[in-house]
């Protein structure tokens, strides 16, 4: 079983926390880290950042965009087309491939965001795969709106959630509100590493309590 991790927004820790997912999870069973859809290139790969910190297997990106861009923009900007067919048949060919294999599927930005210009959303395919998925938020200002949003829009969809993740420095009020008020399960924190490397998202994974809910979604 896969999962999927995605945020709040943009930039809000989805690859970071899906680096420590794969890190702890790899102590129990066989996860691989997969950013379907990714763009922004020419200023790194999600894909390098997961496998220099967490050392489990990445598959390469279906469609990887070199400008830092909504995908719908970016694909355009290289006259291509994000084709969600071809995503679904991805994701059934890794599957047979390696049945034991558990995929940590990164999302891009948000969750409403357009992947091509039908209007098509990260959102739909979410719907279309049907699989759980965990939160990335951040703690501090501003994220209860955020998270409940994004929440809300998981469950409208009929889409499970496992929990979220918060990023950033303690915040026990922000951590309370989104709990009680989204009614779901924070799984952990992740407080800010400096150096952000290997070793100390390991040692911060141990605070994290995934194991439970994320190895069975994986099992
Ligand atoms: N807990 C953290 N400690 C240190 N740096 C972090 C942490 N979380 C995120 N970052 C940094 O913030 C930026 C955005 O995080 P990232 O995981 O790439 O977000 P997203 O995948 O949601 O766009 C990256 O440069 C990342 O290294
Ligand atoms: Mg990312």
């Not at 220099?52 to 297997?57: P, T």
């Not at 952990?188 to 911060?204: A, C, F, N, T, V």
Request: net charge negative; charged share 25%; hydrophobic share 40%.
């Amino acid at each position: 079983m896969s999962f999927f991790v995605v945020g709040t927004d943009t930039e809000i820790g989805k690859t970071v926390v899906s680096a420590m997912i794969c890190a702890k999870l790899a102590d129990h069973g066989r996860p691989a880290y997969w950013k379907p859809v990714a763009s922004g290139s020419s200023e790194g790969r999600d894909v390098e950042d997961v496998a220099r910190l967490s050392g489990v297997e990445v598959i390469d990106e279906t469609y990887l965009f070199r400008d830092p861009l909504s995908p719908h923009l970016a694909a355009r900007s290289e006259e291509r087309w994000v084709d969600p067919a071809s995503l679904t048949q991805r994701y059934r060919e890794l599957l047979e491939e390696a049945p034991d294999r558990g995929l940590v599927i990164e999302g891009i930005g948000g969750v409403h965001v357009p992947l091509n210009d039908d209007g098509y959303l990260w959102s739909d395919w979410m719907q279309e795969l049907d699989l759980p998925s965990v939160v990335v938020a951040r703690s501090t200002l501003g994220t209860i709106n955020h998270t409940l949003m994004t929440l809300e829009c998981l469950r409208s969809r009929g889409l499970k959630i496992l929990g979220v993740v918060l990023n950033g420095p303690t915040n026990p009020e922000n951590r309370s509100a989104i709990r009680d008020f989204g009614k779901v399960p924070i799984l952990g924190q992740l407080l800010p590493l400096d150096p952000l490397e290997g070793e100390g998202l390991k040692i911060s994974s141990k605070t994290v309590d995934l194991e439970g809910k994320l190895l069975a979604a994986l099992r």
